[in-house]
């Protein structure tokens, strides 16, 4: 048993002493702190949009429980703390961060568990093990309460998996308290729906959900209406893919007066009544993967399921005159990318007054078939997780260095958020009079602005010119 095995083991013995009077009796309090762990040095969205995995958890948590939690985008972890237990939710670009906080918790004696949809798609690559006490790999509703009771006997497992999807039906009242509001664009986060049956090859989401799961529509409708203040983010991966459900949650939503962003596909501006129930439902902006503009691309990722190239333009138009502000999301690094893919997308967000938008570079996710495609035909060049963040290349493209393909994305941020650009994106608004409205004009205002500044700090610290 090697030393931070054993301080871990005598942490658990205290712990396991402390309540000798009996835990299932008095039930002492244990403290564990919940860690959103940085995922890169110039967070966006993480600054725009907490977590609600952590409150999520802490709703599963035993009420005798004491919970704290650590946005580790803002700098809150203190590593001086000490709880009985540290819990830390790992995605790809965040792991190396996750495992550097998991050691140095352990190092001081306080066991470290790890999940997270990268613990889960590496399940058996003994990485995440070897900086923790003990892994949680699948969704956690029914692993997280058995492992909690399993530590406070004193018998923790090594590993604990969830093999089924959970059922909605029993979601669990969450407390919001945790998240600080003052930080957030919103910290009325909501989900309705869980997994995505769309088969997207790049995508994390439906390696590790593939089951599509509904909660009640009257379950979602009372927690909306228990949250204080108008506006919310529904952070469901697509809450589109079942169209008579989405019809029956924007009805009832509609009377309760709420503004609300959520992810969607593009295709939904194909049913101008889904669409006219959801901005009556209060929708006022939509995070859409459009990816690429080029056909072929969307074919190699297995997109074109639900969007047409074709059709775009269209279809931005359709929503952003309901008042739903689209924010665009571009992939680059795709085998059919050209050369003039970047002029061309460029060209497309003009063209279509796109609100706001994301230029990220195709990131192999390990348990993804894209990762499987390219580790089959020995292209991943880095297994380096702290690369896998969407903004370097990992892998051989035919064509393409990692430094060209890279400053190529960073000029098509620089020339999209260049404040020239910005003055005539938000001079196109008066085209659409409900996209003035005030609530969309403050999303997009701080949306704008968030990734203005974002990356003219990113700029500054690459030492490249902003146009």
Request: glycine residues 6%; proline residues 6%.
């Amino acid at each position: 048993m090697d030393a931070l095995s054993l301080r871990s083991l005598a942490r658990l013995l205290y712990l396991q002493g402390r309540g000798a009077s009996g835990l299932r009796g008095d039930r002492v309090a244990v403290r564990v702190t919940f860690i959103w762990p940085r995922s890169c040095e110039f967070p966006v969205y993480e600054r725009l949009v907490p977590t609600l995995t952590i409150p999520y958890l802490a709703a599963l948590t035993p009420p005798h429980w004491e919970v704290t939690f650590a946005d580790d985008n803002y700098g809150e972890v203190d590593l001086d703390a000490r709880p009985d237990l540290v819990a830390i939710s790992v995605s790809t670009m965040a792991a190396v961060r996750a495992y550097a906080l998991a050691d140095a918790f352990r190092a001081r004696g306080v066991p470290v568990v790890l999940g997270g949809w990268h613990v889960s798609l590496c399940p058996d690559d003994g990485e995440a093990a070897s900086h923790a006490d003990a892994v949680v790999v699948g969704e956690a509703d029914d692993t997280w309460p058995a492992l909690l009771d399993d530590f406070e006997r004193g018998r923790l497992k090594p590993r604990y998996v969830s093999h089924n999807g959970t059922d909605l039906a029993g979601y669990p009242r969450l407390d919001r308290g945790l998240l600080d509001g003052r930080k957030y664009l919103t910290t009325n986060l909501v989900q309705a729906t869980r997994g995505c049956p769309y088969r997207c090859s790049f995508c994390s989401v439906s390696a590790l959900n593939p089951k599509y799961r509904r909660r009640p529509v009257d379950d979602v409708v009372a927690e909306v209406t228990r949250l204080r203040g108008r506006s919310l983010f529904f952070i469901d991966d697509n809450l589109l893919v079942h169209r008579e459900y989405s019809r029956r949650l924007f009805a009832a939503l509609a009377p309760l007066g709420k503004k609300w962003i959520g992810e969607v596909s593009i295709d939904i501006a194909d049913d101008p009544e889904l669409l006219d129930l959801a901005a009556a439902s209060g929708l006022v902006g939509v995070l859409v993967g459009f990816e690429s503009i080029l056909p072929q691309s969307i074919g190699e990722m297995n997109k074109d399921q639900t969007n047409a190239v074709e059709r775009y333009k269209a279809q931005v138009h359709a929503l952003q005159r309901r008042g739903i502000g689209v924010l665009a999301m571009f992939t680059f690094g795709f085998d059919h990318d050209t050369p003039d893919v970047f002029e061309r997308t460029l060209a497309f967000c003009d063209d279509a007054d796109i609100f706001a938008a994301s230029f990220g570079i195709l990131t192999p996710f390990p348990g993804t078939p894209t990762f499987d495609r390219l580790e089959a035909e020995g292209r991943i060049r880095s297994r380096d997780w702290q690369r896998y963040d969407l903004q370097h290349l990992v892998h051989d493209l035919p064509g393409w260095t990692p430094e060209r393909l890279q400053a190529a994305v960073r000029d098509v941020e620089a020339r999209f958020y260049g404040w020239g650009s910005f003055v005539r994106r938000t001079w196109k608004l008066r085209r659409y009079p409900r996209l003035v409205r005030p609530a969309s004009l403050l999303l997009y205002l701080v949306v704008n602005l968030q990734y203005v500044t974002t990356f003219r700090r990113r700029r500054r610290a690459l030492a490249v010119p902003l146009a």
